[in-house]
């Protein structure tokens, strides 16, 4: 009976392995800097051609702002998609993974939540820069959130296509092909809530599409767990 406890104390929970391909991610992208780099540079270049194209009205930019910060977003981070698993392809990592004595499922939640944090830190240091120079409010909770809800989404989607692509030869133009039908619900619906909140509107009028997005987080992030053993083994 002890020799059989002590077993199940050296049982690692499931949030464990989980944690712990997130923190390779975190050291292997502190090395090389090759997700977050590319996505901030292209997400501030976004912004910055952007703001010279668009006439500097008030009306106008309040209009089109919300727009341009997802569109930003949006292609920025499918470069961060793009080496999420073409990383592990290109040093062998997708073979370690799966000899993991753990399930595929916990080696999607890892991957995801890397891909997430990547994806988030570039957003939190872009969004100053987006209200600066859209000379908009910034510290307005509702696109904090509207930010987080949304990048989740898109990381949950995103990694399940990214594995599926990444055994491709055409990988970079496959991705995008299957990602923007499935994601594009939670783009617009973020588009929409940002342009609620930087419009001044109550929480009321664009917690439907916050509802939205917590739905397709949720919705999406157990198919993707669910249906990975098949991803990763094909």
Same mark, same amino acid.
């Given at each position: 009976?002890?020799?059989?406890?002590? +077993?199940?104390? %050296?049982?690692?929970?499931?949030?464990?392995?989980?944690?712990?391909?997130?923190?390779?991610?975190?050291?292997?992208?502190?090395?090389?800097?090759?997700?977050?780099?590319?996505?901030?540079?292209?997400?501030?270049?976004?912004?910055?051609?952007? +703001?010279?194209?668009?006439?500097? +009205?008030?009306?106008?930019? /309040?209009?089109?702002?919300?727009?341009? &910060?997802?569109?930003?977003?949006?292609?920025?981070?499918?470069?961060?998609?793009? %080496?999420?698993?073409?990383?592990?392809?290109?040093?062998?990592?997708?073979?370690?993974?799966?000899?993991?004595?753990?399930?595929?499922?916990?080696?999607?939640?890892?991957?995801? &939540?890397?891909?997430?944090?990547?994806?988030?830190?570039?957003?939190?240091?872009? &969004?100053?820069?987006?209200?600066?120079?859209?000379?908009?409010?910034?510290?307005?909770?509702?696109?904090?959130?509207?930010?987080?809800?949304?990048?989740?989404?898109?990381?949950?989607?995103?990694?399940?296509?990214?594995?599926?692509?990444?055994?491709? %030869?055409?990988?970079?133009?496959? &991705?995008?092909?299957?990602?923007?039908?499935?994601?594009?619900?939670?783009?617009?619906?973020? /588009?929409?809530?940002?342009? /609620?909140?930087? /419009?001044?509107?109550?929480?009321?009028?664009?917690?439907?599409?916050?509802?939205?997005?917590?739905?397709?987080?949720?919705?999406?992030?157990?198919?993707?767990?669910?249906?990975?053993?098949?991803?990763?083994?094909?």
């Amino acid at each position: 009976m002890t020799t059989i406890r002590e +077993n199940r104390s %050296r049982t690692p929970s499931w949030w464990t392995p989980v944690l712990a391909i997130l923190w390779k991610d975190v050291l292997l992208e502190s090395r090389t800097r090759e997700m977050v780099m590319p996505i901030l540079v292209f997400a501030f270049l976004v912004i910055v051609v952007f +703001n010279f194209v668009i006439d500097p +009205n008030p009306t106008l930019v /309040a209009a089109v702002a919300p727009g341009v &910060l997802w569109v930003a977003f949006t292609f920025a981070g499918m470069l961060g998609l793009n %080496r999420s698993f073409s990383m592990e392809k290109e040093r062998g990592g997708i073979e370690g993974l799966m000899l993991c004595p753990v399930g595929r499922d916990l080696i999607y939640l890892g991957k995801m &939540l890397g891909t997430f944090m990547f994806i988030l830190i570039v957003e939190f240091i872009m &969004l100053p820069v987006f209200a600066a120079i859209f000379n908009l409010p910034l510290f307005e909770p509702g696109l904090w959130l509207i930010t987080v809800l949304a990048t989740f989404g898109f990381a949950s989607v995103g990694a399940t296509f990214s594995a599926m692509a990444v055994n491709t %030869r055409a990988r970079e133009i496959l &991705l995008p092909i299957l990602f923007f039908p499935i994601a594009m619900p939670v783009i617009i619906a973020a /588009a929409e809530a940002t342009r /609620a909140v930087l /419009a001044g509107d109550s929480f009321g009028d664009y917690s439907r599409w916050i509802q939205l997005m917590a739905a397709f987080d949720v919705v999406f992030v157990v198919i993707a767990a669910l249906t990975f053993d098949f991803v990763l083994g094909e």
